[in-house]
């Protein structure tokens, strides 16, 4: 299969694309950093040219993570929700909006929310409601996908890298090697309009 991971240059879009490639399939690189292909998911245009750059696709993946800051609510601005909204909500359902007629028929799309959608926290507000309203995203869109086109999404834990880096080590994770194979399982399997959480 030839698959576009979106987010290839973070933790788990890395983790992602391995574990792609070792089963075999081709994997096109995309992020908003040093990657074969360059997208800003903020914008629609760059989007659509990223689509047009990565020619013929059986899969997406999107494992692309730029949010709002972790703030209390009070603290949170416009322009807070404003970027999460634009980066991580939108961009993702603007993935499956343009991607419909480059990726072929069967093919699939898995997204990323994260588990700050149904286990809050203090200075999460942004960035549950962007990871709820994909759920949301996902099972409405799943009924009217064409061709037999399926869309996921994939509700990661936290990282055991990322709770290492933050010095969080108290809070139970994954490592991304491990989170990894739900996405494989994701574009490799059957499921349609599903949350899955690794």
């Known amino acids: 299969m030839r698959v576009l991971v979106v987010g290839a240059t973070g933790e788990i879009g890395r983790a992602v694309a391995a574990a792609l490639a070792a089963r075999g399939d081709q994997v096109v690189a995309a992020s908003f950093g040093r990657a074969e292909l360059r997208v800003d998911l903020s914008d629609p245009q760059s989007i659509r040219a990223l689509y047009r750059a990565a020619g013929d696709l059986d ?43 480059h990726v072929a028929d069967g093919g699939s799309f898995t997204l990323t929310s994260g588990t700050l959608g149904r286990k809050p926290m203090v200075g999460s507000a942004a960035l549950s409601l962007v990871n709820l309203g994909l759920e949301g995203f996902v099972r409405a869109a799943a009924l009217e996908l064409p061709r037999g086109l399926r869309v996921n999404l994939v509700s990661p ?25 739900t996405y494989v399982e ?3 399997g059957a499921a349609h309009g599903d949350v899955l959480e690794p």
């Open 59 to 101: 899969a997406v993946v999107s494992a692309a993570g730029n949010t709002a800051p972790r703030r209390p609510l009070a603290e949170l601005d416009d322009e807070d929700f404003d970027y999460t909204i634009r980066h991580k909500l939108m961009g993702q359902v603007n993935l499956v909006r343009f991607g419909i007629d």
């Open 157 to 181: 834990p936290w990282l055991d890298e990322t709770l290492a880096a933050l010095g969080m080590s108290g809070i139970p994770g994954l490592p991304a090697a491990k989170v990894a194979e």
């Open 186 to 188: 994701a574009v490799h």
